[in-house]
Each structure stands twice: as structure tokens, then as C-alpha cells.
């Protein structure tokens, strides 16, 4: 018999077994707890709770450690490609040449949106958020694509995994060409998958557009590194929302409604905004002060994560990517060097090494999107593009898995007990 952990509850003591991952903590199987003790366990925003088994991606907090199937962040940034690591996420090992190349091809050809959706967007008022667009528009895919909705069907739900990760970039670069009224501009499959989305958003029927190369690589990095994050906020939304059988563009839907929120997703908007009110570095400490203090909301957006207490391993590719996209556009910007004052700042104020925060992936990100040219309305959309792929994975990895049960925690009920309704002339 395997570690046990021994609970007394009541007086009686139960034994619950320790399951062991491959790394990472052990995790204590309670899964017949209430049946045996009539109780549950309280763990509100699950800070102690595994919901669920992935052979994915592994975090390890402390070290700074993100791991795909394996595989340092750090490396897939360096040495791979987004289609590539899509793969990766999918299928659990690197793909052959051949086996990339098919999986390029397969996605480049269903890159393209059904026509009617174009009038889909013309239902948005033209100064809605992108991410509001994304919400509306993904999840109408579910009206469009009939034929790969069967979840039970494996083939079903790789053509919809497919056609989801395919067609995010033709959605995103239509939510903004629909913000500045530009007409919208169809995939070319001769372009790679980062290039094809940055003709979509940058170029016009008008004129040629050019890829440049080392702005490609950059974004094709972002979206690595953004690619999957073990079980966050959206992906755990995903799973939840595809635990009950739902569809997987209803389920991707829900996903990008999380990811919006500014604890998460929306971050790397209101860092860079952040950035922009600091302004100089004079202003630093004027908001270091004010994100220490208890009664002030403000906080500084970019540093600190629920799983992270060292640097976040993605932070630190993005530092580099910053460089490295000025060099190529041969442009700098201020913002820059008060985001790398206020890091050092705040990383040798005792409040933040006390509290272990420090930068995430979305302190630096927002100063390289709009050095290419993005609006900072446009970055959590960036995101919702990219971590496509492994929200995708995870549910496909959850629906794949014969234990799979509905999501459906439980809760301590502190309302009114049972009482007798009065009437509306008594009360
Ligand atoms: N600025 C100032 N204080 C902070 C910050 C911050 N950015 N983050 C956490 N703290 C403090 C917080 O006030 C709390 O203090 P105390 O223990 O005295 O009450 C302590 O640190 C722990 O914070 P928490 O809110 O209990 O931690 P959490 O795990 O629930 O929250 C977080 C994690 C990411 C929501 C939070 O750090 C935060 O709001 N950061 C800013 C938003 C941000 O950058 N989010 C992007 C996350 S990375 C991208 C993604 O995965 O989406």
C-alpha cells in the first residue's frame, strides 16, 4: 500500500491515500471524504486543491520553473516555433519534420472564417473591446461549424481543436481592423502562422505588406510563451465549462471571458496603462508606496502570481524579446526603462521579497505589442489567441480521460435556514 494520510473526524480516523505525480507535491486523494466523514473541504480560489490530472505542463513556483510536456519555457522560446510547440501541447512528444509540416499545412487551411461571420461583426459597435468581439465571435463558431461538434468523436474534436487554434489569429485581426474600420484582410497561406496574423492586423488590400522577420519571431515567441499554463483561472473555466459535454468553441468562449478579467489575462493591458501614469522614474516610489498601502485597491499590475513566488521564467524571456523587437524597429521607448527602474525598486523593497512578488510574463509584454504597433486593447486578445492552443489541450486531455466527472464543487452554506415564505401584505 502506497503513503496514507490518516484524518480524525469525530473520533474516528480514515485513511485517504497519497497519490504521487511524476514531480511536483503529492496530493492527497479525498475523493471519499464526504461519503465516510459527511464533510467537505474548504478551500476558496483552490490555493491547496488539484482539480484535476495533466500530463501537460508543470510549474514549479518556487525555482521559477515552466515545463511543456517536459520542456523548459526557456528552450521551447529559443529554439521552437508556436506550430511547433502547439504540437508539442497536443500530442505530448516534438514533432518529426514531416509530421510539423503536415500539422502546419493543416491548420494554414483552416485559417479562413465563414463569410457570414463578417456580419456577425457588424454588430458590434466600432469602440467594443476585442476581447467583448472574441466572446461573441468565438463562441458563435459553435452556430458555423456543426460538423465537429460531437465530443465523443475524437476526430470531431481535433478538427474543432484544429480549426479553433487556426482560425483565432483571422478573429483577432478582424476584431481590430473592425475598430479602425479597415476592411478586413483574408489569410495567406504562404505565411507562416505569425506572419499571416500580422498581415491580417497590420496590412490593407491597398498595399503589400511585409513581414519583418525578426518582429515574426518576436511575436511567435509571445505566443510561446503564452501558449499554456497548467490549470489558471481561464483553463480551469474551460474544463469546467467542457465538463458538463458543452461544445468546444462554447468552452473556448468561456475561456477568453476569464482570461479578460485584469487578475489575469487583462494584466498586460493594465500594466502597460500603469506604466503610462508612472510616467518618469521620479514618480516610482509614489506608487511602490501606494501598493504597499492596505487601504489603497492599486496595485502593481505585472508583478506577483498565485504560482510564481521567484521570477516568472516568462518574464525573463519577455525582458530580452523587448531588445530585441527595438533593435529591429530601430525605435525605444521611455517606458521601458521606468519598467526596468520600478523592477529593480520594487525588487529590493522588503514588502515585495517578503511577499515574493515579482515580474510575471505581462510586466514587459505590453511595451513590446505596442512597439510593434498593437493598441493596448488588443493585448489580452493576444493572449486569448495564443493560450487557444492549450485551453484546447487541456479539454481535449480532459475529455479524453474515462474518469472524467462534471465539475461541480461544493460550498459552506452561512445563509438562512429553512423558514416559511410570508406573504407580500405581511412582510
Ligand atoms: N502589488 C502589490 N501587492 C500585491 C500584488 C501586487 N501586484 N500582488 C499581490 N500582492 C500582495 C497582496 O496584497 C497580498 O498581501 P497580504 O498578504 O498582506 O494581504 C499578498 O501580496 C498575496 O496576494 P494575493 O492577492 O493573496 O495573491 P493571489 O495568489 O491571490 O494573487 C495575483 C495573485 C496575480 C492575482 C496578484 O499577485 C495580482 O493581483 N497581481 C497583479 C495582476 C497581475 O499582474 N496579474 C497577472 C498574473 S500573470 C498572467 C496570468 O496568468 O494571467
Not at 56 to 62: A, E, K, N, Q, R
Not at 211 to 216: S, T
Not at 278 to 287: A, E, L, S, V
Not at 319 to 326: G, L, Y
Amino acid at each position: 500500500m502506497g503513503d496514507q494520510v490518516k484524518l480524525n473526524a469525530g473520533g474516528t480516523e480514515f485513511d485517504y491515500p497519497v497519490l504521487k505525480g511524476s514531480v511536483g507535491p503529492d496530493v492527497i486523494d479525498i475523493r471519499k471524504l464526504y461519503a465516510q466523514t459527511g464533510k467537505f473541504t474548504y478551500d476558496p480560489g483552490f490555493t491547496s486543491t488539484a482539480s484535476c490530472e495533466s500530463a501537460l505542463t508543470y510549474i514549479d513556483g518556487d525555482e521559477g520553473v515552466l515545463l511543456h510536456r517536459g520542456y523548459p519555457i526557456g528552450q521551447l522560446a529559443e529554439n521552437s516555433s508556436f506550430m511547433e510547440t502547439s504540437y508539442l501541447l497536443l500530442n505530448g512528444e516534438l514533432p518529426s519534420a514531416d509530421e510539423l509540416a503536415t500539422f502546419e499545412n493543416t491548420i494554414t487551411r483552416h485559417t479562413m472564417l465563414h463569410e457570414q461571420l463578417a456580419n456577425f461583426y457588424r454588430g458590434f459597435r466600432r469602440d467594443a473591446h476585442p476581447m467583448a468581439i472574441m466572446c461573441g465571435v468565438v463562441g458563435a463558431l459553435s452556430a458555423f461549424y456543426h460538423d465537429s461538434t460531437d465530443i465523443s468523436d475524437p476526430e470531431h474534436r481535433k478538427i474543432s481543436s484544429h480549426r479553433l487554434i487556426a482560425k483565432m489569429p483571422t478573429i483577432a485581426a478582424a476584431a481590430y481592423k473592425y475598430s479602425v474600420g479597415q476592411p478586413f484582410v483574408y489569410p495567406d497561406n504562404k505565411l507562416s502562422y505569425t506572419g499571416n496574423f500580422l498581415r491580417m492586423t497590420f496590412g490593407v488590400p491597398a498595399e503589400e505588406y511585409e513581414v519583418v522577420p525578426a518582429v515574426e519571431k518576436a511575436m511567435d515567441r509571445i505566443f510561446i510563451l503564452h501558449a499554456d499554463h497548467e490549470q489558471n483561472a481561464s483553463t480551469s473555466t474551460v474544463r469546467l465549462a467542457g465538463s458538463s459535454g458543452a461544445n468546444p468553441f462554447a468552452c473556448i468562449a468561456a475561456g477568453i471571458a476569464c482570461l479578460w478579467g485584469p487578475a489575469h489575462g487583462g494584466a498586460n493591458e493594465a500594466a502597460l496603462n500603469m506604466l503610462k501614469e508612472i510616467g518618469t522614474p521620479d514618480k516610482i516610489p509614489h506608487y511602490i508606496e501606494r501598493a504597499k498601502d492596505k487601504n489603497d485597491p492599486f496595485r502593481l499590475m505585472g508583478f506577483g502570481h498565485r504560482v510564481y513566488k521567484n521570477y516568472d521564467p516568462r518574464a525573463t524571456v519577455m525582458q530580452k524579446t523587448v531588445r530585441e523587437v527595438f533593435d529591429a524597429l530601430k525605435v525605444t521607448d521611455p517606458l521601458f526603462e521606468t519598467a526596468l527602474r520600478l523592477e529593480e525598486i520594487a525588487l529590493n523593497d522588503p514588502y515585495f521579497v517578503e511577499k515574493k512578488l515579482f515580474p510575471n510574463v505581462d510586466f514587459y509584454s505590453g511595451i513590446i505589442l505596442s512597439a510593434i504597433g498593437f493598441p493596448t486593447t488588443m493585448f489580452t486578445a493576444l493572449f486569448a489567441l495564443a493560450r487557444t492552443v492549450g485551453w484546447v489541450a487541456q479539454w481535449n486531455e480532459m475529455i479524453s480521460d474515462p474518469g472524467q466527472k462534471i465539475g461541480r464543487p461544493r460550498q459552506l452554506y452561512t445563509g438562512p435556514t429553512q423558514r416559511d415564505f410570508v406573504p407580500i401584505g405581511q412582510r
